[in-house]
Every structure is written in C-alpha cells, then in structure tokens.
C-alpha cells in the first residue's frame, strides 16, 4: 500500500510537471508570434498555441481530477523561464531562426516528458492520464514535424533580417573554370600527341617508298 501511495505521489508530480511545462510553452509561444513577422511562420505558432491551451487545459483538469491542483511554485518557474526568453526574443538579431531552434528544442523536451508520463500513468493503473499524455505527444511531435519541414524557409528569414544575399560561391566557380581550363590543356594535348604520331608514321612510310 505505501508503494502505491508513493507511486502515486510520483504520477501527481509528473502531471504537475507537465502542466507547468505548457504554461511556460504558452508563453514562449507568445514571445515567438510577437516576435515573428512571415504569415506562414506566424500561423503555424498560432495553430501550436491553438493546441497548447488544450494540453494546458487538460492536464489542469487532471490535476482537480486527482485532488492535487497546480503547483504556484511550479507556475512561477515556468513564468520566470518564459519571461528571460522574451527579453532574449526581442534584443536578437536573428529572430526566426532562433526562434525555430528554440521551438524545435521545446517540443522534442515535451516528447519526451509525455512518454515517461504515459508509462507512469500505465504502471499507476491511471488510464485517463495515459490517455491525456498520448493525446499531448502527437499535437508535440507534429509540430516538430512542422519545425522539420520548414528549416529551410526560416534560415531565409534569418538571412533576410541580417541583411545578408546568397549569391554564387565564387570557390566553387573558380573550380570548375580551373577544371574546365585543365580538361582543355588535357584534349589539346592528347590532340597534339596524335598528331605527331601520325605525322612520323606517314613520314616513315614515305621514306620506304
């Protein structure tokens, strides 16, 4: 019985966890749609922040659920974290791609925070949390997917921000002009070479007859 209990301490803790971990979410994904200027970009955060109240909500109720409430002290935490990353949010240069790396940092974390939940939840016997903790993951792991699918559109945002314009590598140009030039030489030598092959055979044979 007392392993139980504690077992179940432990599980009330992980959900309280959880819980504190979405709302400082929530508030990162504030700081990142204030901070983000490409619709597309901005519309899959609001979509993702769309999600989060949900898992917010959800683990919430559990919690009242279980008789535990949330935890102020957690909640405090999560605020102190997301309000640093704000500050940070603003003064950088590079918004979009920082703001991707973060993101990209963020959901992977809650992966793998709703993995242990659920097989806690599975040990625990809690069914109802388990359940919670599948639902929260796919939302998590498909925003990952979305971060994934768009580090190519966001690098140009960051270059865009800084100023910067990729153009032609001259290396690479002066490489192949260099391998052009040497394939040249190569030819009109071998060319050459054939030539005066040729030359001493019909002269040797003109000296035969």
Do not use: F
Not at 128 to 141: G, K, M, P, S
């Amino acid at each position: 019985m007392a392993d139980d209990n504690k077992l179940q301490q432990k599980l009330a803790d992980y959900i309280e966890d959880a819980h504190a971990m979405e709302q400082n979410d929530l508030r990162m994904l504030d700081s990142m749609i204030s901070t983000t200027d490409d619709p597309q970009m901005k519309e899959m955060l609001q979509t993702h922040k769309r999600e989060t109240e949900e898992h917010e909500r959800r683990l919430r109720e559990r919690l009242d659920a279980i008789g535990r409430g949330t935890s102020a002290r957690k909640q405090a935490q999560a605020v102190g974290a997301a309000l640093l990353k704000g500050v940070g949010d603003v003064a950088r240069g590079d918004k979009a791609g920082k703001n991707a790396r973060d993101g990209y940092t963020a959901e992977h974390l809650e992966i793998a925070a709703y993995q242990l939940l659920e097989r806690l939840a599975e040990k625990a016997g809690d069914t109802e949390t388990a359940e919670l903790a599948r639902q929260n993951r796919a939302d998590e792991e498909e925003m990952a997917r979305r971060i994934d699918a768009s580090w190519d559109r966001t690098l140009e945002l960051t270059l865009e921000e800084n100023d910067i314009s990729t153009g032609p590598v001259s290396g690479v140009t002066d490489t192949v002009g260099g391998a052009t030039d040497t394939v040249g030489g190569t030819v009109s030598g071998t060319t050459d070479s054939v030539r005066g092959v040729t030359d001493n055979l019909l002269g040797g044979e003109e000296k035969q007859r």
